[in-house]
């Protein structure tokens, strides 16, 4: 059964790092844009960050923006989300995703309704 396996979520200090993986079990990432979403506690799932399928352009989202880096090893199957410079209010349920980017654009593609298979998540909590 194909599936996406997020790992490496925990608590950190503010200031701190931690790198989520998303792994693809039983299909090729190589195929799909994938994408990291968040939900905060009390707050609608948002868009973080997305990778193209075709040349490997990233999107951020202007709050993550210089902070988190997302990428993609073709070998390994996976796609990682670097976050740095962790916040309080970056606490929340992350999740990967895959869709079809078709010919959309990254930034375009990058939204929850472009996106047909998800993981089940990985909590991230940022306190002190």
């Known amino acids: 059964q194909a599936q996406l396996v997020e790992s490496g979520g925990g608590l950190v200090q503010p200031g701190g790092s931690l790198r989520l993986s998303c792994a693809g079990s039983g299909f090729n990432l190589d195929y799909y844009a994938v994408g990291w979403f968040r939900r905060a506690p009390g707050k609608e799932r948002e868009a973080v960050a997305c990778?193209?399928?075709?040349?490997?352009?990233?999107y951020a989202a202007d709050s993550v923006k210089g902070r988190f880096a997302i990428s993609r090893d073709r070998a390994q199957n996976t796609v990682y989300l670097q976050m740095n410079s962790l916040r309080p209010e970056d606490t929340g349920d992350y999740y990967c995703?895959?869709?079809?980017?078709?010919?959309?654009?990254?930034?375009?593609?990058?939204?929850?309704?472009?996106?047909?298979?998800w993981g089940q998540g990985t909590q991230v909590t940022v306190s002190s």
């Open positions: 995703a895959a869709g079809s980017q078709l010919r959309r654009p990254v930034q375009t593609m990058c939204a929850t309704y472009n996106f047909n298979d």
């Open positions: 990778i193209s399928s075709f040349d490997g352009s990233t």
